[in-house]
Structure formats: structure tokens, C-alpha cells
């Protein structure tokens, strides 16, 4: 494929910055701090056949697996195989981890993007003379409560339906008209509905302004030129990855790790990878990993996808766009019903959060083996996640006063930790790290929004792994309710520490405390409890490992 490199380089950054434009009206127009503040959120934009063209700085777990969602938006609506599928101004969402999705919390929108050609004759144009398909923007976003057996819609569950409101591919927006029944039916399933609309809103506005900016960009230049540098920027990022597998030694790198529980019960539970290298190609094979668990920490095919995607891009090192080309010459072999590709009905909320963080823990594990002077020691290993929610309301409101779910509150967090050691640096502390890009509620936020306050936030110091090169700290974040609540926890690296490097000392473990009337008790990693008014939650997150001994190294 011939093209000018500059222009290349020019296409590559207008495209991502489709998706960052997206991002930023997402970010400005929405209503739950979690988006807002947190920006627990990404954005994409993806070809007619489902390819991903670009995406944004966004979260690295989202972004992996929105294919899979773009994949069952056009499976669903049979965009190649009849035109009347699909319509301008037509969004679709979805949040099925079993259809597209990772966990119900995570709602995505769908939106096509035609390209009016009136140059065509009619017989070519599309059903309702739009012109041609050429492309879809996507946006993702973690809603802080889908309904569900607890406000935040993260239990302990032991089948998906308790987990919230499953929503298949459906047409939200019809020819951009939202669609008041499906509307209605996800606003009447949820704890906060005007938080809720207002994040829904929000995406709708992040993908008509990608589709404007898509539309744009073709009006510009055309849909061959446009459609030439879409597929030349494919073929580039996957140069890249087949020049960095092959700067890898052949052979097979195994390696293994745990999560602490499932939440029902204590058995540890083992995730397995062996990766293949062979020339510029990968096999990455997960054959040996537990079997799908009762509960909630099961993964879909798609964050495991997604995990893969993200630990071989940060080896590429290169500034090389985000998009499929970096999958192409990586084989992914997730037995199905077991922890790593788990079958439906299985609970999922986990899955996503913290199971995705260990699957990055043992690609790292074994990738070191093969590139030790890249890889550095496991970070925490967990998002930390708290979900706290009640009624702000003493009474429940009589009837046709207000509106349902008015009083209630959700809030939903993951807390940073320390960062692995690398082979020439200290890990950095108290950072978000691999599969989440978040960042904290402010405490102003946090306090103005929920009857919730911060009376502890500092580094845990000395909660990183010793070494030559020392683990990050971890973080220590106290949080006081104001009213009755019930708050769940979903957390890891509370019985396994994250693993040194080269000698290194594993980091630290994490803690989760319940402060009552003067006195701790201490809370397992996950569960869910009630909370009365000045109780305080301490939550004292992982450290990352150490690398290399903590004597001198030789002189080489």
C-alpha cells in the first residue's frame, strides 16, 4: 500500500480526535460525578465492517471490547444484508455482556454514520436515498446504578438477572427520535432515573457529534481518500505488532496467577496463560484457567480480548494509532465456561473490573520472561471497587408526587494503588494502573453530590514491595456515611499479593475496614453490609511489587 506518511500521520490524529471530541461532550454534558469527575467513560469510531478505526485515551477495558459491541449491533440489525436495518439518526444500545457488553453498568451506544453521495444513481443509494453506510461512532459509559439486588448494580451475585437490567441490542433512537418505550423501560429499572436520563442524553450528544465530525471529515476529502488512510493506518498498526512479536525470542512463555475468591466462597481461583511466540505472530492460550465460578468474578470473552489488546500494545512503545490492526497477528485461545470466557447466565460484574486486571498480571508475567527489560512488576492488581447507595428521603414519597427513584442516591468508585516497579524506576503511587484510566471523586464532589464525607485520603506509605527499584504505594481512602446505607465491595489482592520482579518483594496487600463507635473491624475483599449514619469505611488499597534484589547490581 503506497501513501504519502504525512498525510498518514495527519489522518491518524484527525481521527482520533473525533473521539476525543466525543469524549469531552460526553464528559461536559453529563449528570453522575462518575462520569463527570471520575470520566468513567471512552469513545470511539469504527468502519462499516466493524473495524476500529480510533479510539481515545479513554479505559483501556472499554475500548478492547467495543468491537464485540459494534460486532452485535450490525449482526443484529443485518446492516450488509438489508438496508432498512439501519437509518441516520438511529442509536442503538446495548449492555449484555453476553451480547456485546462487558457488565450491565456498562451501557453502549451504537451510532451509524451515512455519507450522502448524490453523485450515485439511485439504485446504488440506500432504501431511504441516505446515500452509503461508511462507518459507526461508539461511546461507553459506567452508569452508577442499572438496577439490580444492590444500589450500584456491582453484588455478589450468583446469575447475571441480579446483577441489573440486561439490555440487547436495541434501537433507542429511531431517524433521531428517542424511542419513549425503550426509554421508559430502562428509567422504571434503575435506583436514580434522572441521573441516569442525563448520562443517556449525554452519550446520545457524544455520538451525534462524532458522526458530524465523521461527515465532515468525508465531505472534505472524499470517501476514497478518507476510506484509503482508514485502511492504510489498519495495515501500519499491524506492522507494528508483527515487528514487535518478532523482536520477541521464540518460544512459549507460561505463567500463573490467582484471584483471592469469588465472593461465595474462599477458594482461590487460578488464571493460566501460555503465549506462543512464532515469527511476527502470537498464540495467547488460557487452557488450564479456572472454570466459570458462582460468583461474580467471571469474565466474558471480550475482557479477556480486551486485556490481550491492551498488555501487547503497551509493549509496541510507539506512538502507533489504537485500533484492530494491533489484534491481527494475535491468536486468543479462552476455553469457553471458564473464568476467562464465561457462558450465560453467569454473574459478570467482576469480571470486568477485576478479573481483567489479573489476566493482565500473568500476560505481564509471562511477556517478562521474554522481554524482561520491558515488563515491570505486577501493580495492584485491582480496581478497588465500592458501590454506596440508600435513600436520602425519611419517607418514601406518596404516590404522584415527584418521581420514582427521586431521593435515592448511588455512588460508585475505584480507588488508585501503587504501580509495579520497573527495571530502571520506582512504580509510582497511588495511581489508577493497566485496565482502568479513571480518576478519584474530588472530595468537594463527592460530599456535594452524596451524604457522603472524606475524612482520610493520603498514600499508604510502605505498602510497596522492596527492591532496588521499589513498588509504588498504595492509597488510604476514609469515607464517613451520613445516612443508612448499603455499601458492597468488590476487591482484590486482599489474600494474594502482587507479585516482585527479579528478585523483587511482592507489594503489599490491601485492607478493607469497617471504623465503628472507635473500633475496626475488618471486612472481607467482597461482600455487601449495612452502614448507619457515622460509620466510616477504609478502604487501604495494594501496593505494586519490587524489582530486582535490593543489593547492588554487578557492574556489567
Known amino acids: 500500500m503506497n501513501y504519502d506518511p504525512i498525510r498518514l500521520e495527519v489522518f491518524k490524529h484527525r481521527f482520533s480526535a473525533i473521539a476525543e471530541e466525543m469524549g469531552a461532550v460526553l464528559r461536559k454534558a453529563s449528570f453522575s460525578p462518575n462520569i463527570k469527575e471520575r470520566r468513567d467513560y471512552s469513545c470511539a469510531f469504527f468502519d462499516a465492517q466493524g473495524r476500529m478505526i480510533a479510539q481515545a485515551a479513554h479505559i483501556p477495558v472499554h475500548l478492547g471490547s467495543m468491537p464485540l459491541s459494534v460486532a452485535a449491533a450490525i449482526e443484529t440489525f443485518q446492516v450488509f444484508k438489508n438496508l432498512e436495518g439501519l437509518a441516520p439518526g438511529d442509536v442503538i444500545a446495548l449492555n449484555d455482556p453476553f451480547r456485546g457488553g462487558t457488565h450491565l453498568p456498562d451501557i453502549t451506544l451504537v451510532t451509524p454514520v451515512f455519507v450522502p453521495l448524490p453523485t450515485l444513481a ?137 484471584l483471592d475468591n469469588d465472593g461465595l466462597s474462599a477458594e482461590s481461583v487460578p488464571i493460566v496463560v501460555a503465549i506462543r511466540i512464532q515469527g511476527d505472530q502470537a498464540q495467547v492460550d488460557f487452557t488450564g484457567s479456572a472454570p466459570q465460578q458462582k460468583g461474580s468474578i467471571n469474565a466474558v470473552y471480550a475482557i479477556t480480548l480486551s486485556a490481550v489488546y491492551y498488555v501487547f500494545r503497551c509493549l509496541i512503545g510507539l506512538d502507533v494509532p489504537n485500533n484492530a490492526g494491533c489484534l491481527a497477528p494475535i491468536e486468543v485461545i479462552a476455553p469457553a465456561g471458564s473464568v476467562v470466557n464465561a457462558l450465560h447466565p453467569s454473574p459478570v460484574a467482576g469480571g470486568n473490573v477485576e478479573t481483567s486486571q489479573r489476566i493482565v498480571d500473568v500476560l505481564l508475567g509471562a511477556l517478562a520472561q521474554a522481554a524482561p527489560h520491558k515488563v515491570p512488576a505486577a501493580s495492584q492488581g485491582t480496581m478497588n471497587n465500592v458501590t454506596i447507595g440508600g435513600s436520602l428521603a425519611p419517607t418514601p414519597l406518596p404516590v404522584g408526587e415527584g418521581r420514582r427513584g427521586e431521593g435515592s442516591f448511588a455512588y460508585y468508585e475505584t480507588i488508585g494503588g ?133 543489593e547492588e547490581k554487578s557492574p556489567e
Request: a negative charge; glycine letters at 14%; charged letters at 25%.
Open 122 to 258: 439511485p439504485s446504488e443509494r440506500g432504501a431511504r436515498g441516505e446515500g452509503i453506510l461508511f462507518g459507526f461512532v461508539a461511546s461507553r459509559a459506567h452508569h452508577a446504578d442499572v438496577g439490580g439486588m444492590t444500589p450500584g448494580s456491582m453484588p455478589i451475585a450468583r446469575e447475571i438477572y441480579q446483577e441489573g437490567l440486561i439490555i440487547p441490542p436495541v434501537k433507542l433512537a429511531r431517524a433521531g427520535e428517542v424511542d419513549s418505550g425503550i426509554w421508559d423501560l430502562i428509567l422504571a429499572n434503575v435506583r436514580t432515573p434522572d441521573e441516569r436520563a442525563g448520562d443517556l442524553q449525554a452519550q446520545i450528544g457524544a455520538n451525534r457529534r462524532g458522526a458530524t465530525r465523521l461527515g465532515e471529515m468525508v465531505n472534505e476529502h472524499g470517501t476514497k481518500e478518507v476510506q484509503f488512510y482508514m485502511d492504510a493506518l489498519l495495515a501500519y498498526t499491524e506492522r507494528m505488532t508483527r515487528r514487535l512479536i518478532e523482536n520477541l525470542p521464540d518460544g512459549e512463555y507460561c505463567f500463573q496467577d490467582a
Open 418 to 550: 501503587g504501580m509495579g516497579a520497573a527495571p530502571n524506576q520506582d512504580g509510582p503511587s497511588a495511581v489508577h494502573s493497566h485496565m482502568t484510566n479513571t480518576l478519584n471523586t474530588p472530595a468537594e464532589a463527592m460530599e456535594y453530590a452524596y451524604p457522603l464525607r472524606v475524612l482520610r485520603y493520603e498514600v499508604r506509605r510502605g505498602s510497596g514491595g522492596a527492591g532496588q527499584f521499589r513498588g509504588g504505594d498504595g492509597i488510604r481512602r476514609d469515607v464517613q456515611v451520613l445516612t443508612e446505607a448499603q455499601v458492597t465491595l468488590l476487591t482484590e489482592r486482599r489474600v494474594q499479593h502482587p507479585y516482585g520482579l527479579n528478585g523483587g518483594q511482592p507489594g503489599g496487600r490491601g485492607e478493607n475496614i469497617l471504623i465503628r463507635d472507635g473500633h475496626e473491624i475488618p471486612l472481607p475483599g467482597k461482600g455487601s453490609i449495612d452502614l448507619y449514619p457515622n460509620d466510616i469505611l477504609s478502604i487501604r488499597t495494594p501496593g505494586g511489587g519490587g524489582y530486582d534484589s535490593q
